[in-house]
DNA sequence: CGGGAGGTTGACTAGCATCAATATGGGTGG
DNA sequence: CCACCCATATTGATGCTAGTCAACCTCCCG
């Protein structure tokens, strides 16, 4: 457990910021959070379902999936976060979880009290309509996702998962490639898309003999971004990670 | 468009008290939220999708499903709405919509402006967090959701929906049985549960032919509770409907 | 250098989609 | 009040997508 300093909140900030217009204080109250570091290790739990937890948890670097699974013990990833996301956000308004939380490789996390994020709230009321806000992006991200499971063939949906890691991870995209790095298993894969992992194989396969993209177990090389999208139907709207400064939401008036 | 007065707000109330402590106060501002009550049809988006809009929608009666769909058109219901349910409440810190909104049977709405709601909140602050947590209990609905859709079987899907929709109705047990109306296509339930109107035909006639549950056009009658439940792999638990009144949280201190 | 997790491939199967034809029933106009 | 009509429900036949089971490979780490 590491103290740290309050520049590892910078990411956290900047991804608020993106979206909301915030007072010079309100950025400061983010940034003045208290915090401290820990790693994750892959496939253990960090956050188990059930448990009801105080503190929300920032990741720094690395990839943490949101794991459900159904009773006869088949898990399904209800969300993967990157780096800047709060995993767990909506854990100060419900603690107790509805699904654990476990790094996809090993990750760096800060943890922070939720009695610090609620004093923050309480001294500045419009940060609880920031973090609503960014809540909400993560609900019609996963709203995109039910259509993707139940509504698309494996093809669309891994396509699909692949531009959207791209597009959050602000992979630049050069003379139509890109790459990204991912280091997650083709299980994981199968895990966020509701396939088998065998199957995933097979169409990563066909991606790679396709010249369309290269997915192995450390990175994403992109060859064709348009044939990608296509491939993966896919519309980035729904991310709002391209919010024009003008558009940026101030809900509780600015003095 | 009728004027209305606030009791017609009480259901919403009441749902936000069952979850979380609000004073005197701001119970009497939610009940003042100015209103205005409309008619919407079957089939006809009343909200679509990319459009902004300025106003939420509480519903009164009938039923509203939440509409997204893929590329090649086929659509996915990834949230449905019941009387007391603020339809598209997020809406409030993201108005523009990324899912349309439609009625699943001919239902009541009041709208109410989000001036209106940002009014109430910005006056009284705990309320912008008793709305976030509303908003994050759908979300883990959609959370659920995934799970079922991604890796389920049919039966299980079907049989899951029905017991979820029961339980959000508060349809009385009686002896192993309940009932509860649920005016529905066999079409609706199909794009609910990512599978075709024909497949749902065929679960739910194995359903009646095994005694689990009648699902007719207008409601459906389970009679053998425990077994559907066990049919769906049911846990009430993520619909937060049961808390007791010691757990209901109090974000920003009471006075 | 050995072990184990994860990747790859093949053979076979099952669940659900698709296409198509017919039945039903509730709502509407005459 | 009846007849008609359209949306929905129902059922059958067939095919495809993805799951399952199983064997083997490969790479990384200790």
Redesign the interface.
């Given at each position: 457990m590491l103290h740290s300093e309050g520049r590892n909140l910078q990411p956290f900030l900047e991804r608020l910021t993106a979206r909301s217009v915030l007072t010079r204080e309100e950025q400061q109250a983010i940034l003045s959070l208290p915090t401290h570091a820990s790693q994750v290790h892959a496939n253990r739990d960090f956050v188990r379902l059930?448990e009801t937890i105080d503190h929300v948890s920032l990741i720094v670097s690395g990839m943490v999936g949101?794991f459900?699974?159904?009773?006869?013990g088949?898990?399904?990833i209800?969300?993967i976060h990157i780096p800047g996301d709060m995993a767990n956000l909506?854990s100060?308004?419900?603690?107790q979880a509805?699904?654990a939380l476990q790094a996809l490789s090993v990750a760096t996390i800060l943890s922070i009290p939720h009695c610090a994020v609620?004093a923050a709230?309480?001294q500045h009321?419009a940060l609880?309509?920031v973090?609503?806000?960014d809540?909400?992006?993560?609900?019609?991200i996963?709203?995109?996702?039910?259509?993707?499971?139940?509504?698309?063939p494996a093809r669309?949906r891994i396509a699909h998962l692949l531009c959207e890691m791209a597009v959050r991870l602000k992979a630049p995209i050069d003379r139509g490639s890109c790459s990204f790095p991912f280091r997650v298993t083709q299980m994981q894969i199968a895990d966020a898309?509701?396939l088998t992992s065998v199957h995933v194989n097979r169409i990563l396969r066909t991606f790679r003999e396709d010249g369309l993209v290269d997915v192995s177990r450390r990175e994403v090389v992109v060859k064709d971004w348009d044939e990608l999208v296509a491939a993966g139907?896919f519309?980035p709207?729904?991310l709002?990670n391209d919010i024009n400064p003008e558009e940026r939401?101030r809900?509780?008036?600015l003095l």
């Open positions: 059930g949101r459900d699974q159904n009773s006869e088949s898990s399904q209800t969300a909506h100060v308004v419900q603690p509805t699904s609620r709230t309480a009321p609880a309509e973090l609503w806000r809540c909400m992006v993560d609900a019609a996963l709203s995109q996702w039910v259509v993707n499971v139940g509504r698309c669309i898309t509701g139907n519309d709207g729904y709002q939401l809900i509780v008036k």
